[in-house]
């Protein structure tokens, strides 16, 4: 299973980016799929989780209105787009994947936890 996320870069505040998560050997249609960044000397944290199996999807209120989730099942890749950036946005980004959104959103679900995959990560940084 391979998570290899794309798409980050250096803009500027007030600036769009949108960031791409293909995935090999798991198809996301039967995962919950979400989104988390980890900032310079910042715990990771959830950015969007979404699983349109049951249903359902989380995002914190920092993200409300910017940025929101996609799919593109015919070729297995997830989308985070981000409009409206601000500097405190500047992290890395990481895709994850996890059997349910319990499981994705619970704060035991780290890189290398037993369950669930997660990406390498893609550098985002917003210039003030």
């Known amino acids: 299973v391979q998570l290899v996320e794309s798409g980050g870069a250096l803009v500027q505040t007030g600036g769009s980016l949108r960031l791409s998560c293909a995935a090999s050997?798991?198809?996301?249609?039967?995962?919950?799929v979400g989104w988390f960044r980890q900032a310079p000397g910042k715990e990771v944290e959830v950015v969007y989780g979404?699983?349109?199996?049951?249903?359902?999807?989380y995002y914190p209120e920092f993200v409300k209105g910017r940025f929101s989730v996609s799919y593109d099942h015919a070729s297995n890749t997830a989308y985070l787009q981000m409009t409206n950036l601000e500097p405190t946005d500047t992290a890395v980004y990481y895709c994850?994947?996890?059997?349910?959104?319990?499981?994705?959103?619970?704060?035991?679900?780290?890189?290398?936890?037993?369950?669930?995959?997660w990406g390498r990560g893609t550098q985002v940084t917003v210039s003030s």
């Open positions: 050997g798991v198809t996301f249609a039967d995962f919950a």
């Open positions: 994850a994947a996890a059997p349910t959104l319990f499981d994705l959103l619970d704060t035991n679900f780290k890189r290398g936890s037993e369950i669930g995959y």
């Open positions: 979404l699983s349109e199996k049951e249903g359902g999807q």
